[in-house]
Structure formats: structure tokens, C-alpha cells
């Protein structure tokens, strides 16, 4: 795989991690935030160079699943 199409990849798997981190905030927490993180992952994995991108998007599925988590077990149910 050339670096372009890697750095490609990972781009879209970070969006696509950034997308299940915003979803895990109001629906099925669990689930989202994992698939999420292990996007990212992926994606760091894939390329070095797309640290910083890669780091805004751990923070970003992290928080939403954190703040997602504790709303489903405070109410007993997500915000959906």
C-alpha cells in the first residue's frame, strides 16, 4: 500500500471514529465507544502521520463515551 492511500485509509477511519464517538454520547454507549476506539487505532496504526488528528479523535470518542456511559447508568437508559 503506498503511504497516500494509507494516509487516505487512516483519514477515513479517524472520521469514521469521530462519528461513533459523537453517536456514543446519546446512543448505545457501549457499543459505539469501542467500535470508535478501535477505528482510531486502526488508523494510528495505519500512519504516523496523522497524530494529531488521531489524538483529537481518542478525545473525542473517549468523552462521548464517558459522558454517554454515565447518562445510561444514571437513568438507567441512553438519551435515545
Known amino acids: ?3 497516500r492511500s494509507a494516509d487516505t485509509m487512516a483519514a477515513v477511519l479517524v472520521v469514521l471514529g469521530l ?14 465507544g469501542a467500535l470508535g476506539t478501535l477505528l ?3 488508523a494510528m496504526i495505519a500512519t504516523p502521520r496523522q497524530r494529531g488528528l488521531v489524538g483529537i479523535a481518542m478525545l473525542v470518542v473517549g468523552v462521548g463515551f464517558l459522558v454517554g456511559a454515565s447518562i445510561a447508568s444514571g437513568t438507567g437508559r441512553a438519551l435515545y
Do not use: D, Q, T, Y
Not at 446519546?26 to 457499543?31: G, N, S, T
Open 1 to 3: 500500500m503506498s503511504e
Open 19 to 32: 462519528v461513533c464517538g459523537v453517536v456514543a454520547l446519546v446512543f448505545r454507549p457501549f457499543l459505539f
Open 40 to 42: 482510531v487505532m486502526i
